[in-house]
């Protein structure tokens, strides 16, 4: 009993840490590695016909067809748009937050409501509020004498009628890990501040800002990956349309995967967008390590 008590002792380092590693390997590894050989193949999900090897041919068509790279247009400003609202927005509201006044604890709480809630409930709440006919933004734009406005059904604002419903979503989520930086920083830069004259803005802007920085990075990394992949509060709000006209790389290939059953073109597609937001998240992690050598 002893020696197995010895041996337990010398390699529990393993019993920790082999559990983690097949489930990594099972849960993460396993996916990618079966998405990557099933986009050199042809297969309908039929037990009749087998898988087809086709080497290079699903992402050969994948960039030939004008919906891929139209789809990777809409992702990006999709991206874009909705993460640097989010930043600016989440940074503002956590620099708010950090002051003392009556109800803070009950404002913070109003502002994480949005984050808590399920996307897919969230998206079709939001979906009944964008309604032309019996929606409350086309009841406000009647009471104040506008036109109504098809937020959905347009194709010319929809996606970024998609873009408001993620940034009141997402927004409190940048708010929360800024809000968690500010905490943490010491406060005797700020009163050696205070000391010597500095204004509210100064403070702000010299001190506080760039001893968020790492924090801030690390949101703005979060946030970039997430709404990347975006897709519940799309699909369920819009299903890529009207036409194509919210249709993102998500999207594209749900749809090439689950309603064209082309579940190898499926998988070029989602390859590409995996090395996509690799590629991404390495550079802007490069950056964040350069910027935190240089402070």
């Known amino acids: 009993m002893q020696k197995i008590g010895r041996w337990v002792d010398k390699r529990l380092k393993w019993f920790f840490t082999v559990p983690t590693i097949i489930f990594v390997l099972a849960m993460v590894l396993f996916p990618i590695i079966y998405t990557l050989v099933l986009s050199f193949h042809s297969w309908r999900m ?4 087998p898988w087809e090897y086709v080497g290079l041919q699903n992402y050969i068509d994948l960039f030939s067809d004008s919906r891929f790279p139209m789809a990777i247009g809409r992702t990006f400003i999709f991206t874009a748009i909705a ?48 309604d032309p006919n019996i929606g409350i933004l086309d009841y406000i734009l009647k009471s104040m004498g506008m036109p109504t406005v098809n937020f959905l059904g347009d194709s010319n604002i929809a996606l970024y009628s998609l873009i408001v419903v993620d940034i009141w979503e997402w927004t409190p989520q940048v708010m929360l890990i800024v809000l968690a930086g500010i905490t943490s920083i010491s406060t005797e830069p700020f009163e050696s501040a205070m000391v010597d004259g500095a204004t509210p803005w100064q403070v702000t802007w010299h001190i506080t800002l760039p001893l968020l920085r790492p924090t801030i990075f690390t949101a703005f990394l979060l ?24 249709e993102t790389m998500n ?34 992690v490069k950056i964040k390590s350069k910027m935190e050598v240089d402070y």
Do not use: C, H
């Open 83 to 130: 993460l640097t609202i989010e930043m600016i927005l989440g940074i503002g509201i956590a620099l708010f937050l950090n002051r003392r006044f009556f109800g803070k604890n009950f404002v913070k709480t109003a502002f994480l409501i949005p984050m808590v809630a399920t996307p897919v409930a969230i998206g079709m709440v939001w979906k009944l509020m964008y």
């Open 223 to 246: 946030r970039l990956i997430d709404v990347l992949k975006t897709f519940d509060i799309m699909y369920s709000m819009t299903q890529g349309g009207p036409g194509y006209a919210t």
């Open 251 to 284: 999207i594209l290939s749900y749809r090439q995967a689950f309603e064209f059953m082309q579940f190898g073109s499926a998988s070029s597609m989602l390859i590409v967008f995996f090395v996509v937001v690799m590629v991404i998240a390495a550079i802007t």
């Open 46 to 49: 039929s037990a009749n016909i």
